[in-house]
């Protein structure tokens, strides 16, 4: 019986690994300029260019007391402002949830205070602002900014053309807001239908496939001025563990690792990557010493750097996740970190802790003064390729021209109507018909928005249904529902000529299950969209019709829906196999498996 590895690898149609040849990054014009900078620094000055890390706030000065409280617990400092004063900090990353992103001006005055606040120093350095903006199931900036399909739905279009497009919104946008490092596109190669972090985060499970998706994104990021960053090297594609909670370790050996995972790294690479994030996973195949990948020299100087020639920055995942404190104190991750071949460390559970201890390691000759700088080099070089130096302000009118236009969110929309796929469609049930199905219940799952500025997805479906001529009624039901709300459920399809159902992540024991097999046995037709994984359909066989949205943010919402409506007809194709759940050594569904509608 083959194992399941083995079905994933075959039905990805695997080639041989892509030959990378040395790609290292020449020195630019200003190249002597910078190292003369580097050496009038202060070895303090040196370190704090090393970490990017978060800080509570919508101003860099007068946030509100609450993450003033939230500074002073985790950071010993009050504001943004002081986080750079005091610790020299080269870059900050903003979250949803430290309240940086409320909305567009906003963002823009935050970096703009950042930027003052660093350049009023002695010796000030621009700070280069990040931020993770996959789009999909991962936003940090939302509406009114575009939000565009996440990468497994650009992987069912299977346009590198508007993978790139996709790539240059999104950073046209986030440099208008004075983002100039995004943590995306995601290079891990999801063979895995198990893996809790990755999924569709990922492009899918065929490395060639992805591996021009990645380069294709890379360039659209980076053409419109942003870092693109591959990630998570040297990949996350294969786990049933999250390494924000645990330890995953990667059985591929080396040759499957070549011919799996890698390739995408290396389409990156070669398309001029400027920032490659690493992964807390062991992988015993390129490093048996049992250290994740964030801590190995064998992996991030070995191959990545030497091997495969890169040397542009590399970031670490977050310090703060348990991937990469399960072996060793906070105090010894980052001065090992910079030992593996690190250039950036990102956001560590204490900033004090982890400073120091780089601070310490030099004056005790753990690291050389001279390993600091190669860091800050590669650092300083990659903020003067994006304009920091010479204009590191953002302006009101900027944002105005450029986020959340009209031409953006067409063109979001456009995109996201070439990724939903029809995975069933027993008896042409799709589409459906304003004339025999006017009357819709839409019930499901509503997950919290990526963004916090979407959804929730019933109420977007129920209302694009709405507009497209259907009378719709709409009622939540969850991720798990309870056996009231099933009832509650049976009881509102009575009456109705069609019940969309929102799906999330079903499993075996999923109640979710039971939801729509009451509902089947009404005898209203039942139609079927799984927001997020579309191995959803695997646990659902009885249901005629069924799509796969591959997010729940509204674009790919709303594209769903005109294509359950017929005024587009669906076009994606599954960029991963989806397995029998009777037996998961079988395919059910092969990679490009994707029905359209009749002319």
Do not use: C
């Not at 039905?11 to 040849?21: D, F, K, M, N, R």
């Not at 575009?146 to 069912?156: D, Q, R, V």
């Not at 596109?185 to 809790?196: E, T």
């Not at 025999?436 to 959804?455: F, R, W």
């Amino acid at each position: 019986m083959p194992s399941r590895r083995t079905v994933l690898a075959a039905s990805a149609g695997v080639t041989a690994a892509l030959a990378v040849g040395p790609t290292a990054q020449a020195a630019g014009p200003d190249d002597k300029a910078l190292r003369r900078l580097v050496s009038r620094m202060t070895l303090k000055e040196k370190v704090g260019q090393l970490f990017v890390m978060r800080v509570y706030g919508h101003s860099a000065t007068r946030p509100d007391q609450a993450d003033i409280d939230a500074n002073l617990q985790e950071l010993g400092v009050r504001t943004a402002a002081e986080l750079v004063a005091k610790y020299r900090v080269g870059g900050i990353i903003y979250f949803s949830w430290a309240h940086n992103t409320r909305d567009p001006h906003q963002i823009a005055a935050l970096s703009n205070g950042i930027q003052k606040a660093s350049l009023k120093l002695p010796r000030g350095l621009p700070v280069l602002i990040s931020t993770d903006q996959e789009h999909g199931i991962v936003a940090r900036v939302g509406k009114p900014a575009t939000l565009l399909p996440g990468a497994m739905a650009l992987g069912a279009g299977g346009s590198p053309t508007d993978a790139r497009e996709a790539g240059r919104i999104g950073g046209a946008e986030l440099r208008a807001l004075g983002i100039r490092q995004d943590y995306a596109p995601v290079a891990d190669v999801n063979v895995n239908p198990a893996n809790p972090v990755i999924g569709v985060r990922s492009f899918g499970a065929d490395p060639t496939a992805v591996s021009g998706l990645v380069a294709a994104q890379v360039k659209g990021y980076q053409g419109s001025g942003v870092a693109a960053t591959a990630k998570h090297f040297p990949g996350h594609g294969d786990t049933a563990v999250d390494s924000h909670y645990g330890f995953p370790v990667i059985e591929h050996t080396r040759q499957q690792w070549e011919t799996l995972d890698a390739p995408p790294f290396k389409a990156a690479i070669r398309a001029g990557i400027d920032s490659i994030m690493t992964a807390h996973i062991m992988v015993p195949a390129l490093d048996p010493s049992g250290d994740p990948a964030t801590l190995s020299r064998p992996i991030l100087t070995g191959i990545l750097r030497e091997r495969l020639g890169y040397d542009g920055v590399v970031v670490t995942d977050s310090l703060g996740m348990q991937g990469v404190r399960e072996k060793y104190g906070d105090d010894q991750v980052p001065v090992l970190a910079l030992k593996a071949g690190v250039d950036q460390l990102l956001n560590p559970p204490s900033l004090d802790v982890a400073w120091n201890a780089v601070l310490n390691a030099v004056r005790a000759g753990q690291l050389t003064e001279a390993r600091l700088d190669r860091s800050v080099l590669r650092i300083l070089r990659l903020k003067a390729k994006l304009g920091l130096l010479d204009k590191p302000y953002v302006t009101a009118a900027g944002v105005d021209r450029v986020v959340g236009v009209r031409r953006h969110l067409d063109t979001a929309d456009r995109i996201a109507e070439r990724t939903t796929t029809l995975l069933v469609n027993e008896g042409s049930l799709l589409p459906l018909s304003r004339r025999t199905h006017k009357k819709v219940l839409v019930v499901g799952a509503d997950p919290a928005s990526p963004s916090g500025t979407t959804g929730p997805p019933t109420a977007v479906l129920a209302a694009e249904l709405a507009s497209l001529g259907f009378t719709t009624s709409r009622l939540p039901t969850g991720t798990a529902p309870t056996q009231a709300l099933i009832d509650q459920a049976v009881a509102a399809a009575r009456g109705k000529d069609a019940v969309v159902v929102g799906t999330y992540n079903v499993t075996a024991g999923s109640t979710q299950r039971t939801l729509v097999e009451r509902l089947l046995a009404t005898g209203v037709p039942v139609v079927a969209v799984a927001l997020r994984n579309p191995y959803d359909v695997a646990q659902l066989p009885q249901v005629k019709g069924y799509l796969a949205a591959y997010s729940w943010t509204d674009v790919e919402v709303r594209a769903a829906a005109r294509v359950l409506a017929g005024r587009v007809a669906p076009r994606g194709r599954l960029p991963v196999p989806v397995q029998r759940a009777d037996d998961p050594t079988r395919v059910l569904y092969a990679i490009g498996h994707g029905l359209t509608y009749r002319s």
